[in-house]
């Protein structure tokens, strides 16, 4: 049974789901449409699959702390409380579920998210230095956009917010279409990179 | 009753994930892990009745070949396991492979030729300030891509060229930058506006006489 | 004045410098919380692509079918959810037809939520909107999406849509007139798979991603955008509402002023030394 450990069996199965997904874009060949259709339904239903996987390493992790009884582990406890309580909730009290995603978790998680915004500031301040003229082309365009999403600056200088829309819509513009660009080549190449067996990420 | 406690509720869950700000502690943990959780609980539901309506009903009614991407699914999970761990590659191949052939086929017609088409210009109804903005930001795409051009050396003209690709380059991720910090503030603003209402303002005073409080006793010991 | 601050024997220099994280983030809360307590009422100017976005949902007519994708985490809420319920109320308002779908596991409960805090002016579930669900496997489901948008035998409430008015108003992807999707990350998938199918596309994006997508407006493969909470506030400035993302706008002044301080300030220091020491 080692040839089941075998590389070449990820990498044919992604040639193979790959040669399908592209080639039925360009060629319209029924036998082609067919698998395609049936390909991404399968997809699909392993991607759903995929999305336990998160859920398992954290309920191991937790798992664990609890065992061993680990400084704060009544927190682990906590944890699957809450993820009980609103897995629950959806079949036995929907407007219970509903109460706690919506008045609960959502500002909750707005919550948490708020401290990049001060960590943001103290970077400014702390790091953020005009060492050479890459830097200074940074802090331009950084001051203007800034000045261009607090309304204050467009109400008494209008001329800033003149200056951002130029740097957005024209040096900005033109740049991201370079690393639209970049990225797509990237996308194909990393592509003929695993088909070719130099990336091992997913054949291991 | 709930339009009096939910407020207090939440201001409190608000008040200990920003208690991070002053140092860490375990309320801000407790925050975080009730966040986590929620997060996980609702996962759970939404993967069983996606799974349920795209999967376990269409098996029912006959269409039985579905349980080989169960199978490849549930294979998924061997990633947990040192020896089986290989058998997790194949349903990770075939999303990835799927993936990248739906990305490569439209990056295509989109990104490459839709972008280099947006290169051209109608010059009817074209005033000269719109002819000199559309040339530097066509200097600036051909500079940035020229820029990631590592098989010729960046020098003489190329490295010219390469320079002022870094320079548009800068001035895109400063924009980005700019704009990323409003992004993130507007966070704040949000949860600053709901603890300002009664009742959870109470709390907000609640928190910084708590606040005080330690410091002075950290500053005693 | 010797420059000394107390008993602890540190000038100013010295103490900004221990301090200076402190100090910063005691500022920010500050001016944060002061225009919740006192509003100023700063006037907001309107971004030409906001009122692209609102003319665009305006000029359609009752019955137009119109796709949307929730495609962000609840913690986005304040950047995508309140502009994603202002645009919902105003096509709610000019009787469109909407489906509704998500690439994002938690679109569904919000579009759920979205749909119970909006008027609906009278439309009825599946004949005039439906919520369809989440769709798994991002690229690949929108790919799914697009080539079979009847691909759903059941709604996301568990529903059978065979028999459902509104399934019936499409069979491919093109039938939709307009596509809105609201997203938190660089929008490259979306627009590979999405654009050229459906005659009008518009995002409602975080404001950090706003700078990237400008080559696909230039294009015209991306039809128009709302920049979060801002295009939230400017659109609502339209509709003629003074709703939750306005009130933010005074804070937004003051906070990203500091930004802006924050940066000279930083700098000035900084460049006076080079610069006086060549």
Same mark, same amino acid.
């Not at chain 2, 339009?3 to 375990?26: D, H, Q």
């Not at chain 3, 509003?39 to 009752?62: C, M, V």
């Given at each position: ?62 798992g664990k702390i609890i065992m061993q009884r680990r400084k704060g582990y009544f927190v682990s406890i906590i944890f699957f409380i809450a993820m009980v309580m609103l897995f629950s909730s959806y079949y036995l009290a929907p ?78 513009m033109g740049a991201s279409r370079g690393v639209i660009i970049g990225v797509a080549l990237g996308t194909i190449a990393i592509a003929v990179r695993v088909l070719l067996g130099y990336e091992r990420a997913y054949t291991g | 009753m709930s339009e009096f406690v939910t407020p207090l509720i939440v201001g409190a869950l608000t008040l200990m994930a920003w208690s991070l700000l002053y140092r860490e502690n375990v309320f801000y943990r ?20 996606? @799974? ?118 800068? @001035? ?50 | ?6 008993? !602890?024997?540190? !000038? ?28 100023? #009422? ?32 609840? #913690? ?78 059941? !709604? ?19 039938? $939709?007139?307009?596509?809105? $999707? ?65 009130? $933010? ?30």
């Amino acid at each position: 049974m080692s040839w089941v450990r075998r590389r070449e069996i990820p990498l044919i199965i992604f040639a193979v789901t790959f040669f399908i997904s592209l080639l039925q874009y360009y060629l319209k060949i029924p036998f082609l449409a067919e698998a395609n259709t049936e390909l991404s339904n399968w997809v699909l239903i392993m991607s759903t699959f995929a999305l336990g996987t998160g859920l398992i390493a954290l309920c191991m992790y937790h798992g664990k702390i609890i065992m061993q009884r680990r400084k704060g582990y009544f927190v682990s406890i906590i944890f699957f409380i809450a993820m009980v309580m609103l897995f629950s909730s959806y079949y036995l009290a929907p407007s219970f579920a509903d109460y706690l995603y919506n008045e609960i978790y959502t500002p909750l998680s707005i919550a948490i998210i708020c401290f990049t915004a001060f960590y943001n500031y103290t970077a400014i301040y702390r790091a953020f230095r005009i060492r050479n003229l890459d830097a200074a082309f940074f802090a331009f365009a950084a001051v203007f956009l800034m000045m261009m999403y607090a309304p204050v600056f467009e109400v008494v200088i209008p001329q800033t917010i003149t200056v951002a829309n130029w740097i957005l819509d024209v040096p900005n513009m033109g740049a991201s279409r370079g690393v639209i660009i970049g990225v797509a080549l990237g996308t194909i190449a990393i592509a003929v990179r695993v088909l070719l067996g130099y990336e091992r990420a997913y054949t291991g | 009753m709930s339009e009096f406690v939910t407020p207090l509720i939440v201001g409190a869950l608000t008040l200990m994930a920003w208690s991070l700000l002053y140092r860490e502690n375990v309320f801000y943990r407790i925050a975080e892990v009730l966040m986590v959780g929620f997060g996980m609980g609702y996962t759970l539901y939404i993967s069983l009745s996606t @799974l349920n309506r795209i999967w376990l009903q269409p098996l029912i009614q006959g269409k039985f070949w579905l349980i080989i991407p169960a199978i490849l699914g549930l294979l998924l999970y061997t990633i947990y396991s040192k020896k089986y761990l290989f058998l997790s590659r194949w349903a990770m191949a075939a999303i990835a492979g799927a993936g990248s052939g739906y990305a490569v086929s439209r990056a295509i017609p989109v990104m490459i030729i839709g972008q280099i088409e947006g290169l051209g210009v109608k010059f009817s109804g074209l005033s000269t300030i719109d002819l000199i903005n559309h040339i530097i930001a066509t200097i600036a795409c051909i500079a940035t891509v020229s820029y990631f051009t590592f098989t010729i050396e960046h020098k003489g003209w190329i490295g010219g060229l390469a320079r002022i690709g870094r320079w548009s380059m800068m @001035l895109a991720f400063g924009s980005t930058f700019g704009a990323t910090l409003y992004a993130n503030q507007i966070f704040t603003i949000e949860r600053a506006a709901f603890l300002a209402k009664y009742p959870q303002n109470v709390l907000l005073i609640v928190a910084v006489l708590l606040v005080v409080f330690d410091v002075y006793k950290r500053r005693k010991s | 004045m010797n420059g000394r601050i107390r008993g !602890d024997g540190m !000038d100013w220099h010295t103490f900004m410098s221990k301090y200076d994280r402190q100090i910063i983030f005691l500022v920010v809360l500050f001016l944060t919380f002061l225009p919740a307590f006192r509003p100023i #009422g700063i006037p907001l100017p309107q971004f030409y692509l906001t009122n692209k976005t609102y003319y665009a949902i305006e000029s359609l007519k009752p019955g137009d079918l119109v796709l949307i994708s929730f495609d962000f985490t609840p #913690g986005e809420w304040v950047e995508l959810g309140i502009a994603m319920r202002d645009i919902m109320q105003h096509l709610f308002i000019k009787r469109a037809r909407i489906v509704i779908i998500a690439f994002d596991p938690n679109g569904p409960a919000i579009a759920h939520r979205i749909l119970g805090e909006i008027d609906l002016k009278g439309a009825v579930y599946g004949t005039d909107y439906v919520v369809l669900g989440y769709i798994p496997g991002f690229e690949t489901g929108m790919a799914a999406f697009v080539s079979n948008p009847k691909m759903f035998e059941r !709604d996301y409430y568990g529903n059978p849509t065979v028999n459902m008015p509104i399934m019936n108003a499409f069979n491919t992807i093109s039938d $939709f007139k307009m596509y809105i $999707f609201a997203c938190l990350t660089w929008v490259d998938p979306w627009m590979r798979q999405f654009s050229g199918k459906i005659e009008t596309i518009i995002g409602v994006l975080s404001s950090d991603i706003v700078p990237q997508v400008m080559p696909y407006i230039n294009t015209g493969q991306l039809y128009s955008l709302i920049r979060g909470s801002r295009g939230a506030a400017e659109y609502e400035q339209l509709m003629g509402i003074k709703g939750e993302a306005t009130a $933010f706008m005074d804070a937004a002044s003051l906070t990203v002023s500091l930004g802006v301080i924050l940066t000279i300030v930083a700098n000035y220091g900084y460049l006076k030394k080079k610069l006086g020491g060549r």
